[in-house]
């Protein structure tokens, strides 16, 4: 069993910033990858950004220069500095972890989500 719990969400106006925080426990032989997706009311969910074990980061376009994914050395631990936020950015944020939970079997597992929501 492997739990992820996101924290970190609010309210905050146009311009300001917020950092979600999601922490991966449980049954996890190793991580391949931990993503950061979002879905607004009425939308369907879309990758925001991932960081690899490897190191290899990506983002969406929509958030390229304004929001940055980390993490800890245990890397099961990441994070999302969304700054200059937007109207736009309003939704539900989740945190995606890809693991292993032996050595060659892939499993993954979703938070229950935190809100943003940017004022205008």
């Known amino acids: 069993q492997v739990t992820v719990v996101e924290s970190g969400g609010g309210l905050v106006q146009a311009g300001g910033s917020l950092r979600l925080s999601c922490a991966a426990s449980?049954?996890?032989?190793?991580?391949?990858?931990m993503s950061w997706y979002r879905q607004a009311p009425g939308k369907e969910r879309e990758l925001v950004a991932t960081?690899?074990?490897?190191?290899?980061?990506n983002y969406a376009d929509f958030v390229k220069g304004r929001f940055t994914i980390s993490r800890t050395d245990a890397r099961n631990t990441v994070f999302l500095q969304m700054n200059s936020l937007k109207p736009d950015d309003t939704a539900v944020y989740y945190c995606?972890?890809?693991?292993?939970?032996?050595?060659?079997?892939?499993?993954?597992?979703w938070g229950q989500g935190t809100q943003v929501t940017v004022s205008s």
């Open positions: 995606n972890a890809e693991y292993y939970i032996d050595s060659y079997s892939r499993s993954f597992s």
């Open positions: 449980g049954n996890i032989f190793s991580i391949n990858a």
């Open positions: 960081i690899t074990a490897g190191g290899n980061i």
